[in-house]
């Protein structure tokens, strides 16, 4: 009789230690041991975008070692962003990453509020009424596009005294993805850096409708650069304006300034430099809260909007990629770190001056920059939303 209830004893405590770590995944408690690291990635690290953004999971894995168990899932769409979280958490993360802007993730991590969500920003606003649990985070890459836009023209101002253009002829091509703020203010950076070095540029805008298309990406490049563009520049995901300057270089003089990752590698004579987020110091600081069992805006060093956070060149959130030496004008260099210097320094103040913008979406809002723009004051994601009129002709 004893031996039977001790068994009947033993079975109960099995029973109950199983629905308890059943129901403790399920409510985002992660389990003892190592920590569990999720990332998911809306492409593969064929595309530059989601290859920088692996960056700092090769950074986590490299830094904790056997302190985390680390699970990735790539190409995920947006739409279908639900059944992987779940997945994730099923295994028993304690913080997910999301380079995607799916709505399904906020709506996720109110289910499981033991499990820490890190989202890039969104265009939401996570500053106030978000789960605790849910966080967004971006690089004020608006910097990099200012000082990659200086490079740029400091190359134009070397063609325009060499007489290889003429002052007119300073045309500078952008292939973008949607016509939403965060290309707006990346390419409006872009071209006020090329107009510090080359007051007569102007700039021509051509999207995609695309985050991530390789055909279309190349032709619209290929269309600007047969319009006349000598400086082509992107915010899109793959290599395609760049092959296209590549490709036009025989012809005609084109530099390329890319995105995410140098493209030095695949257009070596047109390449000249680029930007990108530096996602690592946010990621590692975010796994180091959670190792540590701090809030994750508490602990990451950078500016704290709510439960969203940003930071640019001052804290290496944003950095320039690669010079191409062999294509770069002389002084280049050191051009490019007197810019990052004084952003460091807090004092350049690049969406200011004597331009008027207009909202593509309604033409009665505008915007007049003589009283100055702050971007990322209040969010991580970009704001910045009106077109130039003069200087920048978008289609």
Not at 45 to 74: C, I
Not at 215 to 237: F, M, P, R, W
Not at 271 to 299: C, Q
Request: some cysteine; aromatic content about 10%; glycine content about 10%.
């Amino acid at each position: 009789m004893k031996r039977y209830y001790l068994t009947a004893v033993l079975v109960s405590l099995v029973m109950l230690f199983a629905f308890g770590a059943a129901y403790g995944v399920w409510n985002g408690t992660p389990e003892k041991g190592a920590l569990k690291v999720g990332f998911i990635y809306e492409n593969d690290g064929s595309t530059p975008f989601t290859y920088n953004f692996m960056l700092a999971q090769r950074a986590v894995e490299a830094r904790y070692g056997d302190a985390v168990q680390v699970y990735a899932k790539s190409n995920v769409t947006r739409k279908e962003t639900e059944e992987p979280l779940r997945e994730l958490v099923k295994k028993g993360c304690g913080i997910i990453f999301i380079n995607t802007d799916s709505a399904q993730v906020r709506q996720v991590a109110q289910e499981f509020p033991g499990v820490q969500f890190c989202q890039i920003s969104v265009g939401d606003d996570a500053s106030s009424g978000v789960p605790e649990n849910y966080h967004t985070f971006g690089g004020e890459i608006y910097q990099g596009r200012y000082v990659s836009g200086v490079a740029a023209g400091y190359k134009l101002r070397q063609m325009i005294d060499s007489g290889v253009l003429a002052p007119e002829e300073a045309l500078v091509g952008f292939v973008g993805a949607y016509p939403v703020a965060e290309v707006i203010s990346g390419y409006t950076a872009f071209l006020l850096g090329v107009r510090s070095q080359v007051p007569q540029a102007v700039m021509k805008v051509r999207y995609v409708n695309s985050w991530s298309s390789f055909t279309q990406e190349k032709a619209c490049a290929q269309a600007l650069i047969d319009e006349g563009c000598v400086v082509i520049s992107q915010h899109t995901n793959t290599i395609g304006p760049a092959l296209a300057c590549e490709e036009a270089a025989a012809l005609r003089p084109v530099i390329h300034v890319g995105y995410n990752q140098s493209m030095i590698d695949v257009a070596p004579a047109t390449s000249l430099t680029g930007a990108r987020i530096n996602w690592t110091p946010y990621v590692t600081g975010a796994v180091e809260a959670v190792l540590s069992n701090r809030p994750i805006e508490r602990s990451v060093e950078g500016n704290v909007h709510g439960n969203d956070m940003s930071a640019g060149l001052e804290r290496n959130w944003v950095e320039i990629l690669e010079l191409n030496e062999h294509l770069a004008a002389e002084g280049t260099a050191e051009k490019i770190s007197q810019t990052v210097d004084a952003f460091r320094k807090g004092a350049l103040d690049v969406f200011r001056g004597d331009y008027v913008g207009v909202d593509p979406e309604n033409s009665a809002d505008t915007y007049d920059l003589n009283q100055g723009y702050t971007e990322n004051k209040l969010s991580s994601c970009p704001t910045f939303h009106y077109v130039l009129t003069g200087i920048i002709q978008a289609e």
